[in-house]
């Protein structure tokens, strides 16, 4: 299943390569990202924009034959290269990180009556982050890695359809295991609030992460990497926030359908 609508998250507009943006608009979200990033940099922290890839482009050989393939000129795209080409900005965008492991484990990385990705993708994605910022987590490949399948679910799709209980075995639900849990405890956590976690003798850096729903399912990967994490839906995140947290690490996450917010959020809101 996959998510249609005509609204500004348009992912299928974003399939098929049909809301480009401008030049013009290229450098406004890059000149509001280098605005952000410079007021974290200016407080002695780090910046770094994460972008998780919409699912239809992940597996669009299961989407409708009307689409299409999906267009080699995308927005993230341009997004990307344009953040590379032209600024410092630190940008992780793990679609091939995701294709690869797709190829190679056999798993699904997101879920078929759900938006999202499920825990093995957010693996994934949480092992390409980490890596940008200097922490180094097993591969998905590798012997260390234990992924077991717990139950069946259905997802946010099926909801919407009003099929959650005809489809309620339809999607797998994977436990991974086998990296440095740090005896991680989650302090707190709240869907479209804060999700907070403690760990022990890990990185001691302080991390925030200003999210969508996306990163849920990487929340206890990146607790479990630092002493103290902060994960702040940005729909409902303050300013005040920033300044409780105090943190050395702002990481912004969207999503791929939601990319145009790259041009408009603000640290100091």
Same mark, same amino acid.
């Given at each position: 299943?996959?998510? $249609? *609508?005509?609204?500004?998250? +348009? ?20 000149? +509001? ?16 924009? %994460?972008?998780? !890839?919409?699912?239809? #482009? ?11 393939? !999906?267009?080699?000129?995308? #927005?993230?795209?341009?997004v990307y290269d344009y953040l590379k080409?032209? /600024?410092?900005?630190?940008? @992780? ?19 078929? /009556?759900? /938006? ?14 980490? $890596? ?9 490949y590798g012997d260390e890695i234990n992924?077991? &399948?717990? +139950? +069946? *679910? ?21 436990? @991974? ?14 869907? *479209? ?10 990185? /001691?850096? =302080?991390?925030?992460?200003? =999210?969508?729903? %996306?990163?849920?399912?990487?929340? !206890? ?23 409780? &947290?105090? !943190? ?8 791929? #359908?939601? @990319? ?10």
């Amino acid at each position: 299943m996959f998510y $249609k *609508t005509k609204k500004e998250d +348009n992912p299928i507009a974003d399939y098929r390569g049909q809301n480009l943006y401008s030049d013009e608009e290229l450098k406004k979200i890059a000149d +509001n990202c280098i605005k952000q990033r410079d007021y974290v940099e200016d407080h002695g922290g780090e910046f770094v924009i %994460f972008i998780a !890839p919409n699912k239809e #482009r992940v597996y669009s050989e299961y989407m409708p034959d009307f689409y299409g393939k !999906p267009a080699e000129n995308y #927005r993230v795209k341009q997004v990307y290269d344009y953040l590379k080409e032209n /600024t410092d900005i630190r940008i @992780v965008y793990p679609y091939q990180e995701l294709m690869e492991a797709k190829e190679k484990t056999g798993y699904y990385l997101y879920y078929k /009556t759900d /938006t999202h990705w499920n825990s093995v993708g957010a693996y994934i994605g949480s092992v390409a982050l980490l $890596k940008e910022l200097g922490i180094e987590m097993p591969s998905v490949y590798g012997d260390e890695i234990n992924i077991e &399948a717990c +139950n +069946n *679910t259905a997802g946010d799709l099926a909801n919407m359809l009003n099929l959650r209980e005809q489809l309620a075995d339809i999607d797998g639900v994977y436990k @991974v295991s086998g990296y440095d849990e740090h005896n991680t405890e989650n302090v707190e956590y709240d869907y *479209t609030g804060m999700i907070s976690y403690h760990s022990e003798n890990a990185d /001691t850096r =302080r991390i925030l992460i200003l =999210r969508d729903s %996306f990163c849920v399912g990487m929340a !206890p990967y990146i607790g479990s990497q630092f002493n103290d994490s902060y994960m702040f839906h940005r729909n409902y995140y303050t300013y005040q926030q920033y300044l409780d &947290a105090d !943190p050395d690490i702002v990481v912004f996450q969207v999503v791929e #359908r939601y @990319v145009d917010s790259l041009g408009t959020f603000s640290i100091e809101k």
